[in-house]
């Protein structure tokens, strides 16, 4: 068993494509990595420079593809293309898995910018026993419409707005995946999510630069993906975790895994995830 948790983490890659047609495109490793180019002085500038991409029908095609894993025809999808085996991220399944034991087996999970559920039907199957289990999904619009047509039910719901969700139910714990890099203002974001009060706020792939200031540049995708590019902050790490403060502080950290070293000129960056315990708790 251990060995396969090893080989499964080693293996674990970015999901779904359909992040960057929200704003958060997650970073791809290997052979395709993508590029990180510039120092803007601030989002206008950045974004004058970026190509931005063709939305198309990437949504449809993401749909189809966790459709698929809803149903149990996929195990897991990734840039929808589906999968026969799930890809976890295990740092955050076992904070999932914490904040509900300490709760008595009950879970209410904000997942910012969760896109269809993706994060939820990858860590379902170790979630299922959890009464009552709440995951609530918030995105832009079109991914709210999507999503309550298709895909909430009982346990999977959709929300436009922060509050919306926190009004359906307050949160044990706030999951934020490589999503506050694409965001014009991530300190203003990372304000309003203090505010819904959860006990436990985790962080996963963060792009971070461990020594050197925190970097506003234009990441490219190469045309064998689809041809993009947009704004992307490079995080400080000490500017980083000092967004979530005073009101949390920083439990744990973890290497993401998820393609070594970013590529950049003038500096070394990697992705890391980490855990915010609130002050309060």
Known sequence: MQARLKTLIKDWCPPALFHRLRGSPLPIVGARKIDFAGNYPNWTAANTQARGYAAGNILEKARIAV????????????????????QYSYPLLANLLHVASRNGNRLAVLDFGGALGSSYYQNRGYLSHLRPLHWMVVEQAHFVACGKADFADEVLSFHETIEAAVAYCKPDIIVLSSVLQYLEDPAAMVRKLVAAGAGTIVVDRAPILPNAPTRLTVQSVPPSIYDASYPCWLFNEREFISLFEPAYALADQFDANIGGEIPLEGASGRYRGYLFRANHA
Not at 68 to 84: I, L, P, Q, W, Y
């Open 67 to 86: 459709l698929k894993v809803k149903s149990g025809e996929a195990a897991c999808e990734r840039d929808t293309v589906v999968f026969d085996h799930i």
